[in-house]
């Protein structure tokens, strides 16, 4: 199964309906790597579905990260939450000044959640490992502009 079938899946096992809406919302989250916030998959789809509504999308992902399909993503900065179809154990690392969330693998994540499913018993859904600070981009910016 790839990603977009396993989010189907999952809304479907919580006995949502699978509306062409709720398919590109899933499908959007599958193929993004930007972790978008619930306003920007709303505003990507609404050209192609003018009647969906932004609670249609909060209401899609509160499901899927109810059963740990997808995870939420604290604010990068931005008072905003953003949401992260990669449940694998990752970095996020978040700039507080463009408010680009990127991931970094790290295989002393996989061993932490390891661990911590080890020493507590949880079945556990997901994680979430946040970094934040400047991007290099930024960084540039900030040396550039104090000149
Ligand atoms: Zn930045």
């Known amino acids: 199964m790839n990603l977009y079938e396993t ?13 062409p809406q709720r398919e590109a919302i ?5 193929e993004s790597d930007e972790h978008p916030t619930a306003r920007q998959i709303y505003e990507t789809l609404k050209a192609q ?15 899927l ?8 993503l604290g604010s990068a900065g931005d008072d905003t939450v953003h949401y992260d179809a990669d449940t694998n154990p990752h970095i996020n690392l978040a700039c507080i000044k463009c408010h680009r969330i990127i991931d970094l693998p790290s295989e002393h994540i996989q061993a932490l959640q390891e661990e911590v499913a080890r020493n507590s018993q949880y079945r556990i859904l997901g994680g979430r490992v946040l970094y934040y600070g400047l991007c290099p981009e930024c ?8 000149r």
């Open 7 to 19: 989010l189907l899946t999952a809304l479907k096992t919580q006995g949502k309906r699978i509306t």
């Open 26 to 30: 899933c499908r959007l989250l599958a």
């Open 49 to 63: 579905f003018p009647s969906m509504s932004l609670a249609t999308v909060y209401n899609t992902l509160d499901v």
């Open 65 to 72: 990260v109810s059963v740990g399909a997808i995870n939420r």
């Open 139 to 146: 960084q540039r910016e900030a040396v550039e502009g104090g």
